[in-house]
């Protein structure tokens, strides 16, 4: 049976900006969620502001991890409409000589 997987939406990316400010623990906003803490944690790692020159601007905004999670997004089904899954190389063309048969 398959499982349905939803993204996070804007709405929890509030709540755990919101949550992550007061302090709250990853466990415990992953619990208040409903989902799981690798799931919240890897959240937090990917889409957390990171500014070079002015280090006091890092941290975790909400609207900011949603640009760069649809960012992402949008990249990747770029990617996946430029090459699909089965023109790939790896995926059965090698069985096939794509050279002309030597000249005997």
């Known amino acids: 049976m398959r499982h ?3 993204h ?3 709405d ?3 709540k755990i900006a919101r949550w992550r400010t007061a302090g709250i ?3 415990i ?3 208040k969620l409903g989902r799981h ?3 919240i944690f890897r959240e937090l790692k990917r889409n957390t502001f990171v500014d070079k020159l002015i280090p ?3 941290g975790y905004y909400c609207v900011t991890a949603h640009d760069m999670a649809c960012e992402r997004r949008a990249k990747l089904r770029k990617l996946a409409e430029c090459c699909p899954p089965e023109t790939d190389y790896f995926n059965g063309a090698r069985s096939r ?3 002309p048969h030597p000249l005997t």
């Open 4 to 6: 349905t997987y939803s």
């Open 8 to 10: 996070i939406d804007l």
């Open 12 to 14: 929890e990316r509030r």
């Open 25 to 27: 623990s990853v466990e």
């Open 29 to 31: 906003i992953a619990e």
């Open 37 to 39: 803490r690798s799931t």
């Open 56 to 58: 006091d601007l890092n």
């Open 97 to 99: 000589n794509p050279w």
